[in-house]
């Protein structure tokens, strides 16, 4: 009985940890597919220039 308890905690503390690294995971994701950084590393790094306002399509609906 005794062995399930620790069992049970230590579980526990799997869980919770597991969810603590799902949260850092989550704001690390947000803020590599940041805009801002993202036209950083095209202009930057890849040499891209901006585009055209008549080269711009914009799509109905998005959530971005």
Do not use: C, F, N, W
Not at 33 to 60: F, G, T, W
């Amino acid at each position: 009985m005794y062995r399930l308890g620790y069992e049970i905690e230590a579980m526990k503390r799997q869980k919770d940890d597991a969810l603590r690294v799902h949260q850092q995971l989550l704001v690390e994701v947000e803020s590599l597919s940041a805009v801002e950084r993202i036209e950083r590393i095209a202009l930057d790094r890849l040499h891209m220039i901006p585009a055209l306002p008549q080269q711009r399509v914009y799509i109905k609906g998005a959530t971005h």
